[in-house]
Nanobody
Framework: QLQLVESGGGLVQPGGSLRLSCAASGFLLDEYTIGWFRQVPGKERQAVSC????????YYTDSVKGRFTISRDNAKNTVSLQMNSLNPEDTAVYFCAAQGRFSHLCTLETSGYTYWGQGTQVTVSS
């Protein structure tokens, strides 16, 4: 069974940092393009970042550029999202997702992703 599991969410003060991790079981993440999305109640799920199979980040939404970094650790079969200088607008449930196997290009559309994790809550508040 192919599964994605996010971890690392929590409560952090404005200006703080969190590192989210997306772990895979049942498949190798380096065979998939991986995206991070976030969603707040009542709003659509939004693409935050995406990383190609070659390990190069392909996309950051404007509001996180310079603050968030996506990366792969193939040895651990994980994709991480390092989030710095967090602000209350970053509060959301964060999801990782995998496109189809051997996919090449990052897409920002949720419909382009085949596998999803259950999400991890990130709350930025003083």
């Amino acid at each position: 069974q192919l599964q994605l599991v996010e971890s690392g969410g929590g409560l952090v003060q404005p200006g703080g940092s969190l590192r989210l991790s997306c772990a895979a079981s049942g498949f190798l993440l380096d065979e998939y393009t991986i995206g991070w999305f976030r969603q707040v109640p009542g709003k659509e799920r939004q693409a935050v970042s995406c990383i190609n199979r070659n390990g190069l980040p392909a996309y950051y939404t404007d509001s996180v550029k310079g603050r968030f970094t996506i990366s792969r650790d193939n040895a651990k079969n994980t994709v991480s999202l390092q989030m710095n200088s967090l602000n209350p607008e970053d509060t959301a449930v964060y999801f990782c997702a995998a496109q189809g196997r051997f996919s090449h290009l990052c897409t920002l559309e949720t419909s382009g992703y085949t596998y999803w994790g259950q999400g991890t809550q990130v709350t930025v508040s003083s």
